[in-house]
């Protein structure tokens, strides 16, 4: 039984491991992997999310073909001059699918004031190890960092999807931050092994200010959104409508931004109302002209035409090639933004236009309000560096997800050892209980044998050495009737106390309380020889089983009491009462013989053996006697 319960420990041991026991106690690497890992998920919360993204003609530039992926090709921007760098920002190229396309597995990106790169300073290497292709953009802090070109070097090709024997490199957009303006916009590309295949791939679309992450926006927790200004609806494209605003005074402009329009009931038009001709003016003086070719629609990604020493007070935007509808023909832009120093002052300025639409989501001041159709309209280069981070967070969820995995599993093995120390332990304690039982039981029947012994002496022993001493008086006084009947007596007192001693033995080591009722019964039968009695037994619990020294001393308290009786008290009637509980054993014998004064008594052991044996059991004693009215003794003990 023992080592069962140890078994059953251990597999319930076992099971709790497996449901998932808190194991930083077994490892504490957990517990601090458990730590950093919230944190990182803390932090994400108040990132950028990656937004869906945009597929659109210009996807960005592509290397040439290469046979082997350890062939370096290059990449390099001409700023035009000096700048002091405060980030760059490298974003994959997306073509066709929602994941990036041909980004290298290793690259570094370098800055220098030499066309030749024959000095320059590392911005960032990634050339120890292969990368996973992601999504999220790089945001490379320059450290104010001066240079005039940045090169971005491929030293680990990505295979050509569909092939394993060509080899490429693509990148979706190129931007250096200075001053909090994108000075790499439009700038001059060099690349000696680009591919060009028009419209999608060039070197020029590296810097055109596009790319598949689509407009710098996040989500307002006041669900603030506007779709911005719409112009009249025409009947024919080729009609001319324009939209002004003006800044309200001169100001030296670095770009200009135009946000094309998505509203919440055209989900699926993107760009919707940008116009396929148009031109861009600055206080009358053309900036941008697009009125003899078509401009590409520019999906959900801003137009971002750079300026440069421009001081200028009204932007106008006139196209003269509308954006069909429905059989219809509008022009719309989501938000016209104008830049100085990273900042734009084109917000609340004063819109007038050609003519209008105005519902509850378009009208003139939604051109300048910061709003889109999807929440507020933020700052590209916080926006891009919190997309970025959110990338070397989830890189470094990935790799504390491995970490946690074998931290897991150091535990576990942990756990399984100090289970089997516990089986080991428990089998060892259940060993020794064994053996501590085994002695202990031996140590019990050693002194059944010496109480056996002592009750063979005692109650056998007496009665044969009265007899023998009996039988010599016959003998040698011829006295023969009286002694006769004598020798009789103690014989047949003998053979009942032999019989309660073999009842003990033969019962073994529990005994039920019922054979205990039967073996009294029995021997007041042979005791109260010529004495009307009876014997009620009261039971719970059939089944209910006391140790063997209970019923020895219960027993032979008994056949003290009953033997009493039949020696002095000269009783005609005597009623024996047992009952018992599951832990309370009741016995009550009353007799109607001569009674006696209790506290008189001073001869003879029948009451100190009575004591002394209800002393033993623990139990509590009451015996009361009066001369003439006969004798109550009441023994109440417990079954433990």
């Given at each position: ?593 001569c009674g006696f004064d209790v506290d008189a008594v001073t001869a003879g052991n029948g009451l100190a053996n009575l004591r002394h044996r209800a002393e033993v059991l623990k139990g509590s004693l009451r015996i009361t006697s009066e001369s003439g009215k006969g004798t109550h003794i009441t023994l109440d003990t417990p079954l433990s």
């Open positions: 039984m023992l080592l069962k319960g140890a078994l059953l420990s251990f597999i319930m041991f076992a099971t709790a491991v497996q449901a998932g026991v808190p194991w930083a106690w077994l490892n504490g690497e957990i517990g601090r992997n458990k730590m950093q890992q919230q944190a990182i998920e803390s932090e994400l919360r108040v990132l950028p999310k990656l937004p869906a993204l945009q597929g659109h003609e210009h996807a960005g530039f592509h290397s040439g073909l290469a046979p082997s992926d350890d062939a370096v090709r290059w990449v390099q921007v001409d700023l035009g001059s000096e700048h002091g760098l405060d980030a760059v920002v490298v974003v994959p190229a997306m073509f066709g699918a929602a994941q990036s396309y041909g980004f290298p597995k290793r690259f570094r990106v370098d800055a220098s004031n030499d066309p030749l790169f024959a000095d320059s300073i590392p911005l960032l290497d990634q050339s120890e190890e292969d990368l996973s292709p992601g999504l999220e953009p790089w945001h490379i802090p320059s450290h104010a960092v001066k240079a005039r070109y940045v090169r971005f070097t491929a030293t680990k090709l990505a295979p050509q999807p569909g092939s394993n024997l060509r080899f490429i490199f693509c990148l979706g957009e190129l931007l250096v931050f200075s001053g909090g303006r994108n000075v790499a916009l439009q700038c001059e590309v060099l690349a000696p092994n680009a591919a060009e295949t028009l419209p999608t791939w060039s070197p020029k679309h590296l810097v055109d200010g596009a790319y598949a992450l689509g407009l710098p926006m996040q989500m307002d927790v006041n669900k603030k959104s506007s779709n911005g200004w719409h112009s009249a609806i025409s009947s024919t494209p080729d009609m001319t409508k324009w939209v002004q605003v003006d800044l309200g005074a001169k100001h030296c402009v670095d770009e200009i931004r135009l946000i094309p329009a998505h509203p919440n009931d055209f989900p699926d038009r993107l760009g919707f109302g940008f116009p396929r001709r148009f031109k861009m003016e600055a206080d009358g003086q053309t900036i941008f002209d697009s009125t003899n070719n078509d401009f590409p629609n520019p999906g959900d990604t801003s137009v971002a035409i750079p300026i440069h020493d421009l001081q200028a007070q009204t932007i106008r935007v006139t196209a003269t090639q509308l954006w069909e509808r429905s059989g219809d023909f509008v022009f719309a832009l989501a938000e016209l933004q104008a830049f100085t120093r990273g900042q734009n002052i084109a917000l609340g300025s004063l819109v007038i236009s050609s003519d209008e639409t105005v519902t509850a989501s378009w009208k003139h001041d939604y051109l300048v309000d910061g709003l889109g159709s999807s929440g507020v309209m933020i700052d590209e280069a916080e926006w891009l560096s919190g997309l970025s981070r959110r990338r070397e967070l989830t890189t470094e969820l990935g790799v504390l997800a491995i970490a946690q995995a074998a931290a897991l599993g150091v535990a576990q093995k942990r756990a399984f050892w100090l289970a089997g120390l516990v089986l080991i332990g428990v089998v060892s304690c259940a060993g020794f209980s064994v053996l501590h039982s085994q002695r202990l039981r031996e140590r019990e029947m050693e002194s059944l044998r010496q109480r056996i012994s002592r009750d063979l002496h005692d109650e056998i022993g007496s009665h044969l050495g009265s007899i023998r001493l009996m039988s010599e008086l016959a003998l040698r006084d011829g006295r023969d009737a009286d002694s006769l009947e004598e020798i009789h007596r103690l014989a047949g007192e003998a053979a009942e106390s032999m019989r309660g001693i073999i009842w003990l033995v033969r019962e073994g080591d529990a005994p039920k309380l019922s054979s205990l009722v039967e073996a009294m019964r029995q021997s007041a039968a042979s005791l109260l020889k010529g004495v009307d009695w009876t014997l009620e037994a009261l039971t719970v619990d059939q089944s209910t089983t006391a140790s063997l020294e209970i019923h020895r001393q219960s027993f032979l308290f008994f056949r003290e009491a009953v033997h009493n009786i039949t020696r002095h008290a000269n009783a005609a009637n005597v009623k024996i009462e047992i009952r018992w509980e599951p832990k309370h054993l009741h016995l009550r014998i009353e007799d109607n013989g």
